[in-house]
């Protein structure tokens, strides 16, 4: 397992805030995970690609942080079902999926992140969510330190939603899926379809963490942000992606996640006064 110390963490979140942990855990076994979170001298904070966090701080010496990437992110496809560690992308997931001609996670070709990042946030899109496909979630409870296996019925899956957003003791640690038996063209050309339809619409050219807020019920929140003269708007580095407005952008890569966090507020406030409606926020504050 690689540790280190004073770990810039720019690279490691996709708002591109810069930041540096006081000490970092890059688990690449399951013995790793184990070793690390039985040690309760400090708190721990889970980082898988960091698409969908706000880093507060410019520096974290608090607690530790463990990150998800590479180093763990064996992946084995017997048959229909694929098995994906933590650390893996979505995007070579849905790569392996495509070479085994299995079908389904075409659209998450294109939603950065890890494995252990879409089974926490229940990664979503066009109306598809990544535990559409799950059969089971290997976790590791941190209360009793031991591995544990939960069954798709019994992860509280919803819109963005799952069982371990509410239970910060257990650690994604493996999951499998159960695919369809596809033809490798139809499934690459839904990724390709999928892919630049998001482009035209998103901005993919700037940091950012995608969507910031939940969708309220029955309202779109960039059309009512827009709706505001929004777009364009900046808090320092910051700013209301001109493209899409419900994306905030670092457009000069100095945003702070103190600049984010007031655009935010100011969005918030400026919402509710005008369609009573509360914006609650998708992304992970850290
Ligand atoms: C351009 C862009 C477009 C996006 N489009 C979409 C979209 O269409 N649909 C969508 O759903 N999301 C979208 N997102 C957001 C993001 O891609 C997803 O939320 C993704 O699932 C986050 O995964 P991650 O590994 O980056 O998680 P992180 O940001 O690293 O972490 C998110 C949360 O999960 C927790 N976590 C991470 N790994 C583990 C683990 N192994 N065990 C326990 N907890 C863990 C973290 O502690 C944190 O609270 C987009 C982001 C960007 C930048």
Known sequence: ????????????????????????FMPETDEDIAVVFSDRSRPRVILGGGCNVILSKDYYDQFDFVIFNSAFSACSVPGTMVIAEAGLSLKILSETALENELSGLEYFYDVPGSVGGAVFMNAETLGESVSDWIESVTFFDTQDLSFKTLPKQDLASGYRQSIFQHRPDWIVVRVRLVLLRGDSRAIHKKMMDNLTLR??????????????FRRPQGRFVGQMIEQLGLKGHACGGAMVSPKHAGFIVNYNGQATGRDILDLIALIQDKVSAAYQVKLELEQRII
């Open 199 to 212: 482009h035209q619409k998103q901005p993919w050219d700037v940091p950012s963490a995608g969507s910031v």
């Open 1 to 24: 397992m690689k540790i280190y110390h004073n770990y810039d963490l720019t690279a490691c979140n996709s708002y591109r805030v810069k930041a540096v942990a006081a000490r970092v």
